[in-house]
């Protein structure tokens, strides 16, 4: 099976750095992806790791380390809209569940 | 806006009855999953369909079924329906069947919200 590990919350200031882990146990792994969802709103698509190391992607950068099976995702200079859900999602084997984490509520205050 | 087209936005309907979601993916993409979404299960995955084929499967009840049609949307057939069942229901598409190396998006559709009573 497959299980994901993140912080439930996280609170920051705006313009501050906020770093969101995720840790995973799956049987086997293609991938680690993180969604943004605001509330009421549908997950869109914030990042894609298949290799260890850090991807940027403008203000937002994520890391993985397959062997250490942890992974996060880095927000840089917050910005008020960026207050959502943040999830991490492991792709599996061929076959096997997508499956996400239980969620990161971060809130970011003026 | 993703792309993904989900009908119907909103559904109100009895135990023990069943309803149809549908989810148009976004033009050329071959994967389709659905989501469950409620407060105390998180976003499940349900089931996902590449070019018509059933290609993995979620935490999915048997009251539960999908399939995708030759023109690639898809349906999600809910039957018996129970309380429990009223949730947010999303639908994704993605050009890819799984990930592995280079980019692997997923494309939400708006939802359909679920009651119920």
């Known amino acids: 099976g497959q299980s994901l590990e993140q912080p439930s919350e996280v609170t920051a200031v705006e313009g501050a750095i906020v770093q969101i882990n995720c840790t995973y146990q799956t049987s086997g792994f293609y991938g680690l992806s993180w969604y943004q969802q605001h509330d009421g709103g549908a997950p869109t698509f914030l990042s894609y790791?298949?290799?260890?190391g850090l991807e940027e992607t403008g203000r937002f950068s994520s890391f993985l380390s397959r062997s250490d099976s942890y992974g996060y995702l880095l927000l840089q200079e917050l910005q008020m809209k960026d207050s959502a859900s943040y999830f991490c999602?492991?792709?599996?084997?061929?076959?096997?569940?997508?499956?996400f984490g239980p969620g990161t509520r971060l809130s970011v205050l003026p | 806006d993703s792309g993904v087209t989900q009908t119907p936005k909103h559904l109100i309907t009895a135990t023990g009855q069943r309803v149809t979601l549908r989810c148009s993916p976004r033009?050329?993409?071959?994967?389709v999953y659905w989501y469950q979404q409620s407060l105390d299960q998180g976003l499940q995955f349900l089931i996902q369909?590449?070019?018509?084929?059933?290609?993995a499967k979620g935490n999915i009840l048997e009251r539960f079924s999908a399939q995708q049609f030759p023109d690639l949307h898809s349906e999600l057939n809910l039957s018996s329906l129970e309380l429990g069942d009223s949730a947010l229901y999303f639908c994704?598409?993605?050009?890819?069947?799984?990930?592995?190396?280079?980019?692997?998006?997923?494309?939400f559709g708006p939802g359909t919200r679920l009651t119920v009573t």
């Open positions: 033009s050329g993409d071959l994967s």
């Open positions: 790791n298949a290799l260890d």
């Open positions: 999602a492991v792709s599996g084997d061929y076959g096997q569940n997508f499956v």
């Open positions: 369909y590449y070019n018509g084929e059933e290609r």
């Open positions: 994704a598409s993605s050009p890819r069947d799984r990930g592995g190396a280079g980019s692997y998006e997923q494309y």
